[in-house]
T-cell receptor
Framework: AQSVTQLGSHVSVSEGALVLLRCNYSSSVPPYLFWYVQYPNQGLQLLLKYTSAATLVKGINGFEAEFKKSETSFHLTKPSAHMSDAAEYFCAVSFQAGTALIFGKGTTLSVSS | GAVVSQHPSRVICKSGTSVKIECRSLDFQATTMFWYRQFPKQSLMLMATSNEGSKATYEQGVEKDKFLINHASLTLSTLTVTSAHPEDSSFYIC??????????FGPGTRLLVL
């Protein structure tokens, strides 16, 4: 069965530090992979997506993610954290356009000054 | 980018009443819309998938008679929580998908049943 695992329910970094949020998936077919961000009491905003083109995907707000098939991973990174990056981050996968997303459990990112 | 709206953003109702939540794709035609439910500090759980003009497909454990979904047009889907009870209190989020693989999410509706 397809699934998504986000390692670490809570990640804390200092402002200016590297952000690394981990996501692994299991799939028997090539997946579409997504990272979404959710601020309190709001919906989800798409950060970036992988759809079988370039393996290094650049998204909004300075985030990027690299698809590594051999590791079945799609980790999210940002070189320098800002206070405004504090939010909940969800990794998600789908296997066909127009089908529902399977979400990871989410990672809460805290940024301290 | 694609925009999805939800209305209302927040609703408080009495136990036993019904509540309707609207989800609209504002600048694209959504062939498929999805309804998710999110409990505090948890991930999103898919409730149902709806395609325009056809009956919704509900996930296992979701009562279709309690959560009525209508997808009457390519830009509008509605979720009606019938005879709401306090355990139905949650954050309901819709998403819409056009011809591509990306889903765009609405801002969510906070339902509180007293």
């Amino acid at each position: 069965a397809q699934s998504v695992t986000q390692l670490g329910s809570h990640v804390s970094v200092s402002e200016g530090a590297l952000v690394l949020l981990r996501c692994n998936y299991s799939s028997s077919v090539p997946p579409y992979l997504f990272w979404y961000v959710q601020y309190p009491n709001q919906g989800l905003q798409l950060l970036l997506k992988y759809t079988s083109a370039a393996t290094l995907v650049k998204g909004i707000n300075g985030f990027e993610a690299e698809f590594k098939k051999s590791e079945t991973s799609f980790h999210l990174t940002k070189p320098s954290a800002h206070m405004s990056d504090a939010a909940e981050y969800f990794c998600a996968v789908s296997f066909q356009a127009g089908t529902a997303l399977i979400f990871g459990k989410g990672t809460t990112l805290s940024v301290s000054s | 980018g694609a925009v999805v709206s939800q209305h209302p953003s927040r609703v408080i109702c009495k136990s036993g009443t019904s509540v309707k939540i609207e989800c609209r794709s504002l600048d694209f035609q959504a062939t498929t819309m999805f309804w998710y439910r999110q409990f505090p500090k948890q991930s999103l759980m898919l409730m149902a998938t709806s395609n325009e003009g056809s009956k919704a497909t509900y996930e296992q454990g979701v009562e279709k008679d309690k959560f009525l979904i209508n997808h009457a047009s390519l830009t509008l889907s509605t979720l009606t929580v019938t005879s709401a009870h306090p355990e139905d209190s949650s954050f309901y989020i819709c998403s819409a998908s056009g011809s591509q693989e990306t889903q765009y999410f609405g801002p969510g509706t906070r339902l509180l049943v007293l």
